[in-house]
T-cell receptor
Framework: SQTIHQWPATLVQPVGSPLSLECTVE??????LYWYRQAAGRGLQLLFY??????ISSEVPQNLSASRPQDRQFILSSKKLLLSDSGFYLC?????????????FGPGTRLTVT | AQKVTQAQTEISVVEKEDVTLDCVYE???????LFWYKQPPSGELVFLIR??????QNEISGRYSWNFQKSTSSFNFTITASQVVDSAVYFC???????????FGAGTTVTVRA
């Protein structure tokens, strides 16, 4: 069976510091991968998605970036955090090459920028 | 462009009451998928159901049931005999058949009181 891991679970960072969140998927190959952000009490905002190694699509221009250095690894980064980057970050994966679209989500990372 | 509307922001019920969550969508695509996700207080989104646009048969899974009506572009979700464990935020989502992305509604917070 497939599992998705995210770390860290919680993070408190000062404004202007760098960020690196990691997501890995086990039990599948060449998944589609996604990063979402959820501000407190708000809906889900798609930040990035990837359909393969090195292929990143950005949905919202901002001070965040994403990379996919390995097939099942997806990293969200920032060089300098802003207060507005606080939120709940969710990684998700989807089976590629099939005619169905559900995504499966990880446990999330709660980021507080102080 | 896709749009999913969940007009109910919050619903509060007493245990054992039924609760229905509304979802209305807009899309120009003729084939698409609809989804429901549950987000308990822990934060992880849990996939509940996928429905294909060409299959309007209603579905029941235990205390959960879904009513898909293509004529009114609605995909409503009913929890029968609600329990405290049903307390969560519920999201409706839409994806065209061959799209990588999901369009989420804003979510409905369900609180079930003992």
């Amino acid at each position: 069976s497939q599992t998705i891991h995210q770390w860290p679970a919680t993070l408190v960072q000062p404004v202007g510091s760098p960020l690196s969140l990691e997501c890995t998927v086990e039990g599948t190959s060449n998944p589609n991968l996604y990063w979402y952000r959820q501000a407190a009490g708000r809906g889900l905002q798609l930040l990035f998605y990837s359909v393969g190694i090195g292929q990143i699509s950005s949905e919202v221009p901002q001070n965040l970036s994403a990379s996919r250095p390995q097939d099942r690894q997806f990293i969200l980064s920032s060089k300098k955090l802003l207060l507005s980057d606080s939120g709940f970050y969710l990684c998700a994966w989807r089976i590629s090459g099939r005619r169905r679209g559900e995504q499966y989500f990880g446990p999330g990372t709660r980021l507080t920028v102080t | 462009a896709q749009k999913v509307t969940q007009a109910q922001t919050e619903i509060s019920v007493v245990e054992k009451e039924d609760v229905t969550l509304d979802c209305v969508y807009e899309t120009r695509d003729t084939t698409y998928y609809l989804f429901w996700y549950k987000q308990p207080p822990s934060g992880e989104l849990v996939f509940l159901i996928r429905r294909n646009s060409f299959d309007e048969q209603n579905e029941i899974s235990g205390r959960y049931s879904w009513n898909f009506q293509k004529s009114t572009s609605s995909f409503n979700f009913t929890i029968t005999a609600s329990q405290v464990v049903d307390s969560a935020v519920y999201f409706c989502a839409l994806s065209p058949l061959n799209d990588y992305k999901l369009s989420f509604g804003a979510g409905t917070t369900v609180t079930v009181r003992a």
